[in-house]
């Protein structure tokens, strides 16, 4: 089992900055690629970015330029350093983790709220 605990959720102005973490603990040997996803009311939830065990980084298009994830392999945390935030941008950030055995785990979610 992987348990992932996200942090770093808040309020912030358009055009401010936040940074979101995720920590890992439990069978964190078997974790592979990292991601965080998105879900705002009403919505899909959707793919933000991810990364893989070696560094390898995918974004969302509406997120290039502005989004930066990262990973601390010994510390098993993810980060998402989210810069030039817009109200589109507000949702509930969710940390994801597959795995060698191909069973994903979520965290719980950390709500990040954009105003204009």
């Known amino acids: 089992q992987v348990q992932l605990v996200e942090s770093g959720g808040g309020l912030v102005q358009a055009g401010g900055s936040l940074r979101l973490s995720c920590a890992a603990s439990?069978?964190?040997?078997?974790?592979?690629?990292m991601g965080w996803y998105r879900q705002a009311p009403g919505k899909q939830r959707e793919l933000v970015a991810s990364i893989t065990r070696g560094g390898r980084t995918n974004y969302a298009d509406s997120v290039k330029g502005r989004f930066t994830i990262s990973r601390d392999n010994p510390k098993n945390t993810v980060y998402l350093q989210m810069n030039s935030l817009k109200p589109e941008d507000t949702a509930v950030y969710y940390c994801?983790?597959?795995?060698?055995?191909?069973?994903?785990?979520w965290g719980q979610g950390t709500q990040v709220t954009v105003s204009s």
């Open positions: 439990g069978s964190t040997f078997r974790i592979t690629d």
């Open positions: 994801k983790s597959d795995t060698y055995t191909s069973r994903d785990y």
